[in-house]
């Protein structure tokens, strides 16, 4: 059934996602519980909104034509956006509880554990970026036929899957960034915004109806 109120409101939580990831990554949180708790607030935003503007997509998707590729777009959406609210959730744990946890231990004892803590988050990185890759390429494959996205909006979508899974499986368990490899999360990034924005025009305009 269309709902253009719900593919605007989707459109508009996934680029306000984006953004407070931006932001987060960005701005110098204070090392302060309130800074802390601040940061937290505003990075959990990024996978929470990301969650409705995937749904808003996938009702979008499914008002002119339903497919298993729009289905397990979703699936996949929801299982990565998840996953990576989990790793940041450890990842904000660890940095703000790891000098407490590491005070009376010696440093070589000090720098395994802060080591072996990090390879934790590194392996939920990977998780994520394989999950989300196979989500964009499902997605590619359910809008490509799509009116008012198509092809145009799919090819980048399932390139850019494709793309990710494979650099993340070159490089594991390392982020390909940190191995000479190019880092296509931004590229990714500016992709989903574009989408998002994408879809918040088409539910302001009625849904995307041919023409």
């Not at 390879?119 to 490509?144: E, K, N, P």
């Amino acid at each position: 059934m269309p709902n253009p109120r719900l593919w605007l409101g989707g459109g508009v939580a996934g680029m306000v996602g984006i953004c407070c990831y931006i932001l987060a990554i960005t701005v110098p949180w204070p090392e302060t519980q309130l800074g802390t708790s601040a940061s937290l607030v505003v990075v959990s935003a990024w996978p929470i909104l990301s969650i409705i503007y995937s749904y808003a997509l996938y009702s979008f998707v499914a008002a002119e034509r339903e497919s298993v590729a729009n289905r397990l777009g979703l699936v996949f959406a929801i299982t990565a956006f998840t996953t990576v609210l989990a790793m940041i959730v450890v990842q904000l744990a660890v940095g703000s509880g790891l000098g407490e946890i590491t005070r009376d231990l010696d440093e070589p004892t000090a720098r395994a554990l802060r080591r072996g803590l990090r390879m934790i988050d590194l392996g939920l990185d990977v998780a994520w970026d394989m999950l989300i890759g196979t989500a964009l390429v499902f997605s590619g494959l359910a809008i490509r036929n799509r009116s008012g996205l198509g092809l145009g909006w799919a090819i980048p979508s399932v390139a850019l899957g494709i793309a990710l899974i494979g650099l993340n499986a070159a490089t594991f368990p390392w982020p390909p960034g940190d191995r000479g490899l190019f880092d296509i999360g931004p590229v990714i990034g500016m992709f989903v915004l574009a989408l998002s924005a994408r879809l918040a025009f088409l539910g302001s305009s009625g849904g995307g109806r041919p023409t």
